[in-house]
């Protein structure tokens, strides 16, 4: 079992950043990869950006240049640092990570980002 717990987001203009964090706890051993998806209102969940144990990372296309996520695998913790925000990116975002062996997500809470225009 896995627990993930969301922290950073908030309410931001146009053009701000934020830096969301994601701490793990748990079965961690069995995780070798994790990422961020986001959810707005009425729309599927979506990946943002994801990176293995190993540090190779994808980006949505639509976050590419803008995001950028990094892992402290001594503290357990993913990131995503999230520049040049725009309205499009309202959205709940969930940390995410994967257990290959059981091939099974593990969810965070969602942590709330609204960019203003």
């Known amino acids: 079992q896995v627990q993930l717990v969301e922290s950073g987001g908030g309410l931001v203009q146009a053009g701000g950043s934020l830096r969301l964090s994601c701490a793990a706890s748990g079965s961690i051993s069995s995780i070798n990869a994790m990422g961020w998806y986001r959810q707005a209102p009425g729309k599927q969940r979506d990946l943002v950006a994801s990176i293995t144990t190993g540090g190779r990372t994808n980006y949505a296309d639509s976050v590419k240049g803008r995001f950028t996520i990094s892992r402290d695998n001594a503290k357990n913790t993913v990131y995503l640092q999230m520049n040049s925000l725009k309205p499009e990116d309202t959205a709940v975002y969930y940390c995410?990570?994967?257990?290959?062996?059981?091939?099974?997500?593990?969810w965070g809470q969602g942590t709330q980002v609204t960019v203003s225009s």
């Open positions: 995410n990570a994967f257990a290959p062996l059981t091939t099974r997500h593990y």
